[in-house]
């Protein structure tokens, strides 16, 4: 496993709020890929047994399990979000599902989370995101793979305030974040 590092690709960004929406960064949060190549019977029970909770099989939905999110990718496929634990839930994942069945890496130094909050994150999202963002389409406990600003992101609506997390490459975080502060200042209260 590769240790965290010790800063975020967005440490030095400060926070940006207005009256309807905030832009921030949920740093060094865990992020573990289990990679199989269907989502078999067994492959689901590995992965509930490690992690208490039957990873999701409907398209773009999440399953909770305690504080630790596992976000549907495709079949087979799950992104477990969780807080700064790795080791604990890396090990847990490895020991329940053999590789036989699936991979399991840390991607937790690959991504980074920058959370979208308040009445207007919708409308500041949909400045630069093809996706239907309606409450009727996206709605709390759902995800959605996508591209935001040109950056490819992994959208969780975490509840129906909205807030929803937005998770990007380390690499295009700098950019992605001036992207939506830019869009978030030109959003204009109701």
């Known amino acids: 496993m590769v240790e965290p590092r010790a800063l975020s690709p967005l440490a030095a960004m400060a926070p940006f709020a207005s009256p309807t929406v905030t832009v921030s960064?949920?740093?060094?949060e865990t992020k573990i890929m289990v990679r199989g190549r269907d989502a078999t019977p067994?492959?689901?029970?590995?992965?509930?047994?490690?992690?208490?909770?039957?990873?999701p099989i409907v398209p773009n939905t999440?399953?909770?399990?305690?504080?630790?999110?596992?976000l549907w990718l495709g079949p087979g496929e799950w992104r477990v979000v969780a807080p700064d634990d790795a080791p604990i839930v890396l090990a847990a994942l490895q020991a329940a599902v053999p590789r036989t069945l699936a991979a399991v890496v840390d991607v937790s130094d690959f991504y980074t989370t920058i959370r979208l909050a308040g009445a207007s994150a919708r409308t500041v999202l949909a400045q630069g995101c093809p996706l239907d963002l309606h409450p009727r389409a996206l709605r709390a406990g759902q995800c959605a793979q996508s591209l935001l600003g040109e950056v490819d992101v992994l959208l969780h609506l975490r509840d129906d305030a909205p807030t929803?997390?937005?998770?990007v490459r380390w690499s295009h975080a700098a950019h992605l974040w001036a992207w939506l502060t830019v869009a978030a200042a030109a959003v204009q209260p109701a």
């Open 42 to 55: 067994a492959l689901v029970q590995a992965v509930a047994a490690a992690l208490g909770t039957a990873p």
């Open 164 to 167: 929803i997390d937005l998770q």
């Open 62 to 70: 999440v399953a909770s399990a305690g504080t630790r999110a596992i």
């Open 25 to 28: 960064e949920i740093p060094l």
